[in-house]
């Protein structure tokens, strides 16, 4: 499971770019900062690779193990 | 499936460096592998000048903050003070292959017992993108506005075959965070210099090739595809220097 803290993204896209389900994209909302931060478009299909949270360079982004 | 959790050690609020700054990642791994070895009252953070200073509000370990260049001789100190904590440098590249080239030098080639993070960027940051002796050739800068003419300037300075071919450090690497590969052999090979100081093996040294939107003029995902074409082949990553290497195989 993916959580984004939108208040410390800065919209590089690094998430977006590296996700292997391509399951990322910037949105069309604004943090409070002026970002437009990344959302989910397919939670279900999230492997939860972790990718989006290695590369991300706040550390935005906390995965954790699906519960069954 | 992968767990990731953001070290406790981290500030919760944005840190100060632009989007895409691959500072931050470096900040955040190097977080991450001290919570890790649990070692989050043990480390102290040696920073000097430039966008790597950056860092001193960003995670809430022990920093000591000193002259420009001259982090591995007041890490040297700190260490020697108090050899049971976990000292690293955490240096950019104008820091410490022009303005502390002599005392990065003496410090490795005395083998002292502290890590050493050079995030390389091939630009000066902070102070607005002039020539640092990394920048690659034919690379424009504030300074070098036709691109480093290896005939005025020279050429790109290499500094983990330099240190490598010392004698006395025990672990010199080099890796590139432009990708989720690199950034996991970063944060593995950060691990093994800090548990190698903490063994007190000896010098380890770890260079991170790191990015610059602002100053290199892309987008952050631009600087991405630019260090595949350009920075990557002329600073080769890899190990090139493990003193555990030889014990393993002897």
């Keep these: 499971m993916v959580e984004i803290n939108t208040s410390l993204c800065k919209a590089c896209g690094y998430c977006v770019k590296f996700c292997p389900k391509h399951i990322l994209e910037l949105g069309t909302v604004r943090n409070k900062r002026g970002h437009f931060y990344p959302v989910m478009t397919d939670a279900d299909a999230c492997i939860t690779c972790a990718i989006c949270a290695t590369m991300c360079p706040e550390g935005a982004i906390d995965v954790s193990e699906r519960k069954v | 499936m992968a767990e990731y959790h953001r070290s406790a050690m981290i500030a919760d609020s944005p840190s100060g460096y632009c989007p895409g700054c691959l500072h931050s990642l470096a900040t955040r791994l190097i977080s991450d592998v001290i919570t890790e070895l649990g070692q989050e009252d043990n480390a102290l953070n040696v ?42 440098a955490y240096q950019g ?3 410490l292959a022009a303005i502390g080239l002599a005392e990065i030098m003496s410090a490795a080639n005395r083998g002292e017992n502290f890590t050493v993070i050079f995030a390389n960027n091939q630009t000066y940051g902070m102070t607005g993108g002039q020539m640092a002796p990394t920048t690659l050739i034919g690379q424009k800068t504030t300074t070098t506005i036709y691109g480093r003419d290896p005939a005025t300037t020279g050429y790109p300075m290499k500094m983990c075959e330099l240190i490598s071919q010392l004698p006395a450090p025990a672990y010199v690497a080099r890796f590139a965070l432009n990708s989720p590969k690199g950034v996991r052999q970063a944060r593995d090979g950060i691990k093994k210099a800090f548990q ?24 952050p995902l631009q600087t991405l595809e630019y260090m595949n074409t350009n920075t990557i082949p002329y600073f080769t990553p890899g190990v090139f220097k493990d003193i555990t290497a030889k014990e393993a195989d002897a």
């Design chain 2, 93 to 95: 590249d104008g820091d």
């Design chain 2, 47 to 88: 920073i000097s000048v430039g966008c790597s200073a950056l860092n001193l509000l960003y995670w809430s370990g022990d920093n000591l903050s000193v002259a420009h260049g001259r982090a591995p001789a007041a890490a040297t100190g700190a260490k020697r003070a108090n050899p049971e904590r976990l000292v690293f």
């Design chain 2, 196 to 219: 190698m100081q903490l063994d007190g093996k000896g010098f380890t040294f770890i260079e991170l090739l790191t990015n610059c939107p602002t100053n290199w003029k892309l987008s």
